[in-house]
């Protein structure tokens, strides 16, 4: 009798602690072939970007994680996506999804300061990646060469998407 | 100035006095301290040897936190006047603050003396013979006490609790009853009443007049007078029971309705049909089965089922039980279904679902798009945990750890999984490897103090108590000395059993000791701390759960930390005794480098700097600061007092001897009563204690060595006590020991009984070592025991390292290398070299795990 009456799955978000912090290192050592630097931890504890970065819960155990970062670039601010990842098990769920429109309905509701874009990197050889973006409303504006120094492919596409 | 007989001539003081001590003693009750030495200080200017003035100075001293001064004057104002009431009324005061309360109950008997009305004194006094158990002196004073003021309702209340506590509930019971009867103008809903009718229908069912307790208890709760509705059912329940009432099954069923996660319900419940849990029944597993499908939210009924079933029916009730848990994810699934496991049938049962619904979920959680419960990944995961759990709990570490690979791969970020796996590690005998996982699941969340308390205690397991510290402080309070001291406060049982056990591995036996002591200080405490207890419950006059406190208190010393650290700490004390150099040792090894020197004598100025300004401060406030004392800095931080004391054999006797009554079926207990008996020369009590190891476990390790050792000690005495002692001593030996064997003989012949049991064959070796054998011979007894076929674990492996070390065997390294070939997980043989890397491995966490190339700043 293995037929449970199915219960939807308890999807939440966490914002980011310094004691939640080692689950991030854990997830980010798993998910990504990047090692991120000590100011990249620090720079996500920051209260500016707590409504971006945040960690993903599936029925209570944490499986991934999305952080940005904001940029001022002279006039605009634009939402930096840095990174975003789900344990293996747990993609196709719709915890991506979920955990970007989290995010982009933060920053289309963000007053101070106004974001005007979201953009972010993928590896040209990711194609499902670019497709996911897309769905999400994101075009593709340019190649950036050589982003990547050690990893191959070094190219990477630059994705956004306008709030307007 | 008259005097009336009797009244020494310096007590009397003229009436401006005679008023300033009224005004004295005014001024303390109301705790005005500073006024009150103010006018202790004028009556003394003019009659400075008036005892009562002195004693009442000293009292208010002691109140503003000057204890020396403050005993002193009272000490001298007792001896200006022995046979005044308040001077020994104030001894008694400081001596019960200082939790002397043998001391305090003599002085109090004697202020008795001389005012024997005198119901303060009346009432402390009770108090202290509630505390020493003095049940005779506790019903007398309570008699006195009920004269004096018949019309106090905790008088009657408090006389009966007093020949409840001396055995006589008949008198109890009369006192009860007389006191209701002359109950006027009880308040509605009266809590205190309540209880008061409680605490009769208790003593009714104790003396098993069920049918009169019954009666009270259901007039009462008709009257609305008891208002404890969940004692009401309870007692019911009970009572109709022993009545062999046909209401009682309809009694047990409303208590079942009321809470359906209480075991005892179900107990009582089952009872009531002549039926037990602890049998398997076709007709408890139906009751339970109803129970459950009309109370489908009661988690107890299921698992009680699961106890009570057997063969197919037991696999047809588990696997539900197990699938709902797998998926719902409940982390201590296995922690609850273990207990089943004394049923290997069962233990097989569960293996087996538990094992195909991992195959399943594989494959249904394989595919995303399912909406099952069966396909959510975490399932899987749980499934993955509580095999590992299993797998480890049935001594298969290998499988255990493959499993917890693949479930660390799959999700990484899960706690749990981290400290299964330093679980398994532990149990291998890889106490760094286990302190590091612990460490990388306590990094996964800060702030889970569990986790935390956790790691620290593996890393006091492998030996690094400094870490673990570190640790620990993470939580601590933050003004606190250190952790450790911390945690001593908070009375934290399991830090100080671990710490004195990671200290004793370490050879740090001073430290130790003064920990074990300090556990056995912690049981003292919660000993002097019922004191409070014996006023306040009389005062709310809730009687029932005062008697089971003090029931409570009685074996208090049965708790496993404290029977650890009495054994322990007599076997540190005994082995001073036979061996003093290591004291030496130890006290000469603390000698600091100069520099060393010279920090700690800096320290020292600083701390007594730091005193002296919080003295000063504290001289101008007029803060009260009762009666105890404050806790004292520790003035032995290596604990070397404790360990060059004189009398180790006796300090160790002292620990022992609650044991005899509280843990009578505890072989370890009876061991070390043993050896500190005979080394005291108290031969039968020490035949008395082996007499009772060997009934408990003939054939054990320790008994076996003990046994050659009461021989030896018995054929070195110079000549044989006198009679009577004589006479049983030798002929108790005999009953042991034949004398046509020799103990040679003795020590060959337990070896071939238990060759293939490794605690036998070291303590075989170590028979050997004391029959002056050549080492080689006892070294070859201790190798056979790494033969195939031996149970040889970790934990005798490393004592048997230690005995070689203690001989002086060069065969410990081949030892040592044999053992870490065969427990391949453990890292507890290896050198001192890989011991030292592995080490700065365990809390290194993150920084070496990553593979990743590349930097992104």
């Known amino acids: 009798m293995s037929t449970v009456t199915p219960k939807s799955p308890r999807v939440s978000f966490a914002s980011l602690t310094p004691n939640n912090l080692g689950t991030v290192r854990k997830l980010n050592s798993v998910l990504f072939p990047i090692k991120y630097s000590e100011k990249f931890y620090h720079d996500i504890l920051q209260p500016e970007v707590e409504d971006f970065c945040k960690l993903i819960y599936y029925n209570d155990v944490p499986v991934g994680t999305i952080c940005c970062r904001l940029e001022n670039k002279g006039d605009q601010t634009k939402l930096y996506l840095m990174t975003m990842g789900v344990l293996a098990p747990y993609r196709s769920r719709r915890?991506?999804?979920?955990?970007?429109?989290?995010?982009?309905?933060?920053?289309?509701?963000?007053?101070?300061?106004?974001?005007?874009?979201?953009?972010?990197?993928?590896?040209?050889?990711?194609?499902?990646?670019?497709?996911?973006y897309e769905r999400h409303g994101f075009k593709e504006m340019e190649v950036h060469k050589d982003y990547y120094k050690k990893i191959i492919p070094h190219d990477a596409w630059v994705l956004e998407r306008d709030f307007s | 100035m008259s005097k009336a007989s009797g009244i020494p001539v310096k007590r009397a003081l003229p009436s401006?006095?005679?008023?300033?001590?009224?005004?004295?003693?005014?001024?303390?009750?109301?705790?005005?301290?500073?006024?009150?030495?103010?006018?202790?200080?004028?009556?003394?200017?003019?009659?400075?040897?008036?005892?009562?003035?002195?004693?009442?100075?000293?009292?208010?001293?002691?109140?503003?936190?000057?204890r020396e001064e403050g005993i002193e004057f009272v000490k001298k104002g007792i001896r200006f006047d022995l046979t005044s009431h308040i001077c020994w009324h104030v001894f008694g005061l400081i001596q019960k603050g200082e939790k002397n309360y043998e001391e305090a109950l003599k002085s109090y008997t004697q202020a008795l003396k001389f005012d024997k009305d005198n119901l303060n004194i009346l009432r402390d006094a009770a108090q202290l013979q509630t505390q020493l158990r003095l049940y005779d002196a506790l019903v007398e004073t309570r008699n006195n006490l009920l004269k004096l003021r018949p019309n106090v309702r905790q008088n009657w209340v408090a006389?009966?609790?007093?020949?409840?506590?001396?055995?006589?509930?008949?008198?109890?019971?009369?006192?009860?009853?007389?006191?209701?009867?002359?109950?006027?103008?009880?308040?509605?809903?009266?809590?205190?009443?309540?209880?008061?009718?409680?605490?009769?229908?208790?003593?009714?069912?104790?003396?098993?007049?069920?049918?009169?307790?019954?009666?009270i208890l259901d007039v009462s709760a008709k009257e609305r007078a008891i208002v404890d509705r969940t004692a009401i059912m309870e007692y019911r329940a009970r009572l109709l029971t022993k009545l062999r009432s046909d209401e009682a099954e309809h009694a047990w069923r409303a208590l079942v309705e009321h809470n359906s996660d209480s075991y005892d319900y179900y107990r009582g419940y089952l009872s009531n049909q002549g039926l037990s849990l602890d049998q398997p029944s076709p007709e408890a597993l139906t009751i339970l089965k109803e129970f459950s499908s009309q109370l489908p939210k009661a988690a107890a009924p299921k698992r009680l089922a699961l106890t009570i079933s057997t063969g197919d029916e037991f696999k047809e009730l588990a696997k539900p039980y197990l699938m709902a848990g797998l998926i719902k994810g409940i982390p201590s699934l296995f922690a609850d279904v273990k207990a089943l496991y004394q049923d290997k049938l069962k233990e097989q049962a569960v293996e087996d679902i538990v094992t195909s619904a991992r195959d399943e979920f594989a494959k249904a959680s394989s595919d995303p798009s399912s909406s099952t419960a069966a396909g959510e990944p975490t399932s899987y995961l749980w499934t993955l945990y509580f095999l590992a759990q299993h797998h480890s709990y049935l001594g298969r570490p290998k499988e255990a750890l493959a499993i917890l690979d693949e479930a660390l791969t799959h999700t990484p970020t899960l706690p749990e999984l981290h400290t299964c796996k330093a679980r398994v590690l532990k149990r291998a005998g890889d106490y760094l490897g286990g302190a590091r996982c612990l460490n990388d699941a306590r990094l996964l969340d800060g702030q889970d103090r569990f986790l935390n308390t956790k790691c620290g205690k593996y890393l006091l397991r492998a030996g690094m108590i400094d870490e673990a510290n570190g640790i620990f402080g993470l939580f601590t309070k933050k003004d606190a000395v250190s952790p450790a001291v911390d945690l001593e406060d908070m009375q934290s049982l399991l830090f100080l059993v671990e710490e004195a056990n990671a200290q004793r591995q370490n050879g740090k036996l001073n430290l130790a000791l003064k920990t074990y002591m300090s556990i056995s200080k912690v049981f003292d405490e919660i000993q002097d701390d019922q004191y409070d207890f014996h006023g306040y419950n009389l005062r709310k006059f809730t009687i029932n759960i005062y008697l089971k406190l003090l029931t409570w208190e009685d074996s208090l010393r049965s708790h496993p930390a404290y029977i650890t650290a009495a054994v322990e700490a007599s076997k540190i004390w005994v082995a001073i005794h036979d061996d003093p150099s290591i004291v030496t040792a130890i006290t000469s090894s603390n000698g600091l480098t100069d520099a060393e020197k010279k920090a700690k004598k800096k320290a020292k100025k600083a701390a007594q700097k730091q005193e002296e300004t919080k003295k000063t401060s504290t001289t101008s406030t007029n803060e009260d600061k009762g009666l105890e004392s404050t806790p004292q800095k520790d003035e032995d931080p290596e604990g070397l007092k404790l360990f060059t004391a004189t009398d180790p054999l006796e300090r160790a006797d002292k620990l022992l001897l609650p044991l005899t009554s509280l843990a009578p079926n505890n072989v370890a207990v009876w061991i070390a009563i043993y050896d500190v008996a005979i080394r005291r020369k108290k031969l039968l009590l020490a035949v008395r204690a082996l007499n009772k190891a060997r009934a408990l476990a003939p054939e054990h390790p320790e008994v076996h060595l003990c046994i050659i050792h009461l021989k030896q000690t018995a054929s070195a005495l110079p000549q044989t006590p006198p009679a009577p002692i004589g006479d049983v001593f030798s002929d108790s030996l005999l009953k042991i020991l034949p004398s046509e064997v020799s103990l040679e003989t003795f020590n060959s012949q337990y070896l071939q009984r238990h060759s293939m049991s490794a605690s036998a064959i070291i303590a075989a070796a170590q028979g050997a070592h004391k029959l002056s054998a050549p080492r080689q011979e006892v070294e070859n007894i201790v190798f056979t025991a790494l033969n195939d076929g031996v149970d040889l674990k970790v934990p005798t492996a490393l004592a048997t390292i230690a005995f070689l070390i203690s001989i002086k065997s060069p065969r410990v390294d081949e030892f040592r290398s044999a053992c870490d070939a065969k427990f391949e997980l453990s890292t507890v043989f290896k050198s001192s070299e890989e011991l030292t890397s592995l080490r700065q491995r365990v809390l290194a966490g993150e920084s070496e795990a990553t593979t990743a190339t590349e930097v992104i700043p």
């Open chain 1, 95 to 132: 915890l991506g999804s979920k955990s970007l429109e989290l995010i982009m309905e933060a920053a289309a509701s963000h007053a101070a300061p106004k974001i005007d874009k979201i953009y972010l990197h993928v590896q040209v050889s990711n194609l499902s990646a670019k497709k996911f």
């Open chain 2, 159 to 215: 006389l009966a609790v007093a020949h409840h506590l001396n055995g006589n509930r008949k008198e109890a019971r009369k006192i009860l009853e007389h006191y209701e009867r002359t109950l006027k103008n009880v308040p509605d809903y009266d809590i205190e009443h309540s209880e008061t009718l409680l605490y009769h229908v208790q003593l009714l069912e104790e003396l098993e007049e069920y049918t009169e307790a019954l009666r």
């Open chain 2, 16 to 66: 401006k006095e005679s008023t300033l001590f009224k005004e004295l003693l005014q001024l303390y009750e109301t705790r005005n301290l500073k006024k009150g030495l103010k006018t202790a200080d004028q009556i003394l200017k003019k009659f400075p040897e008036h005892g009562e003035t002195m004693c009442m100075k000293g009292l208010v001293l002691t109140h503003l936190g000057k």
